[in-house]
């Protein structure tokens, strides 16, 4: 698929975990799909993976919220 970098079309889909924030509050978000150019160097998630990660951020915050009531 073509860098959104560097234009060459040699950039392939990972799928890595990765973690936000630290303590309680740690997510752990599996199989986040990682575009990474060989010819640039770059490694970046598209516009659609950040939205879906806020959204399951968002998400969680609502649930820990939920908890702390019960
Ligand atoms: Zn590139």
Redesign the pocket.
């Known amino acids: 698929m073509l860098?959104?970098?560097?234009?060459?079309g040699?950039?392939r889909i990972r799928h890595i975990s990765r973690s936000y924030g630290k303590g309680e509050t740690l997510l752990v978000i599996k199989n986040v799909p990682v575009i990474s150019?060989?010819?640039?160097?770059?490694s970046y998630l598209t516009a659609e993976t950040l939205h879906q990660i806020d959204r399951i951020k968002r998400g969680q915050l609502r649930c820990a919220e939920g908890n702390a009531r019960l």
């Open positions: 860098c959104d970098i560097c234009g060459q040699n950039a150019c060989p010819d640039c160097g770059e």
